[in-house]
């Protein structure tokens, strides 16, 4: 079946760092990857959305310059918190849509889990 | 702009009852609605998806249900168990382009 990796699982970094969490389609081809956080008790929300070979689209309220997405290939979309602060400690879900299948057949990533000090 | 809710935030329940998790969404045009699981500080595992035509999907002990004019879910789980016991979120699309509007979820505690 379809999997989605996500690395790290889990980071600790200090305030002002950058931290890059990667997205990768294992045994499939993925033209599109979403990139969800997940504050505590709230709900997954929608950050952007990655098409290979093209900018992402970023929700509102998103900022884009301090969240680079980076979709290079078909398998690999990343995701790099600029100057990380503690406010930006969350839990970040990709998930990615299989090349030729149905609009809403997507797979998710494990998550990886963002603690800034 | 969808909004979903889910009700109630958290449910305690003994092994082997049937229970109901709800879902309501406002806005009625939706693509599909999805029902995922998700354990504690884990991605989400996908349990059921239910087309905007259907009614009703199944899956072993799982039915989840769709009434697009009261902008409804449910998800009946029959027969609980402990290992049933993690947060159950729902999600609707409003498109085909897989943007997905979470509700806050359900958390689900099976004691045995």
């Known amino acids: 079946g379809a999997v989605v990796s996500q690395h790290p699982s889990w980071v600790i970094c200090k305030s002002g760092t950058s931290v890059k969490i990667e997205c990768r389609s294992l045994?499939?081809?993925?033209?599109?990857m979403f990139w969800y956080r997940q504050f505590p008790k709230q709900s997954l929300m929608l950050m952007a959305t990655s098409n290979e070979g093209s900018k992402a689209t970023y929700e509102q309220g998103v900022e884009k310059d301090k969240f680079l997405i980076n979709h290079a290939s078909l398998t690999l979309s990343t995701l790099t918190v600029t100057s990380a602060h503690p406010e930006d400690s969350s839990f970040y879900i990709c998930s990615a849509r299989r090349q030729g299948f149905g609009a809403n057949v997507l797979t998710f990533g494990a998550g990886s889990r963002l603690t800034v000090l | 702009k969808q909004e979903v809710t889910q009700i109630p935030a958290a449910l305690s329940v003994p092994e082997g009852e049937n229970l109901v998790l709800n879902c309501s969404f406002t806005d009625s045009a939706i693509y599909n609605l999805q029902w995922f699981r998700q354990d504690p500080g884990k991605g989400l595992t996908s349990l059921l998806l239910?087309?905007?035509?259907?009614r009703e999907q199944t899956s072993g002990r799982l039915n989840a249900s769709l009434d697009k004019s009261s902008g409804r879910s449910t998800l009946y789980i029959a027969a609980s168990q402990p290992g049933d016991s993690a947060t159950y979120l729902c999600?609707?699309?409003?498109?085909?382009?897989?943007?997905?509007?979470f509700g806050k979820g359900t958390m689900l505690l099976v004691s045995p």
């Open positions: 045994d499939f081809q993925a033209t599109t």
């Open positions: 999600a609707a699309s409003n498109s085909g382009y897989s943007t997905l509007t």
């Open positions: 239910i087309q905007s035509s259907q």
